[in-house]
């Protein structure tokens, strides 16, 4: 069993930088692939950014240039650097590990607005 623990989440001007960090119960980094998920009010959880195992990123087109994904294998913890948000940005955001076709845990998810 994976426990996920977001946090970072917060209120933030346009324009503005957070950072979300995705605690982990494990050194799974090696054998999982990590996410970022979001998912705004009315819509469908939409894929953020993802880093494989062999440490691969993939970005939404929406999040290209300004979000980046990471990882850090000694504190077993995923990062999300966000910069330039826009009130777009605005979600409930999450943090997911999996392996395809064996499992995959989510987090609790973290709020972020971007409001002026």
């Known amino acids: 069993q994976v426990q996920l623990v977001e946090s970072g989440g917060g209120l933030v001007q346009p324009g503005g930088s957070l950072r979300l960090s995705c605690a982990a119960s494990?050194?799974?980094?090696?054998?999982?692939?990590m996410g970022w998920y979001r998912q705004a009010p009315g819509k469908q959880r939409e894929l953020v950014a993802l880093?494989?195992?062999?440490?691969?990123?993939n970005y939404a087109d929406s999040t290209k240039g300004r979000f980046t994904i990471s990882g850090d294998n000694a504190k077993n913890t995923l990062y999300l650097q966000m910069n330039s948000l826009e009130p777009e940005d605005t979600a409930v955001y999450y943090c997911?590990?999996?392996?395809?076709?064996?499992?995959?845990?989510w987090g609790q998810g973290t709020q972020v607005t971007v409001s002026s």
């Open positions: 997911k590990a999996s392996r395809p076709s064996l499992d995959e845990y």
């Open positions: 494990g050194n799974i980094f090696r054998i999982y692939t």
């Open positions: 880093i494989t195992s062999g440490g691969s990123r």
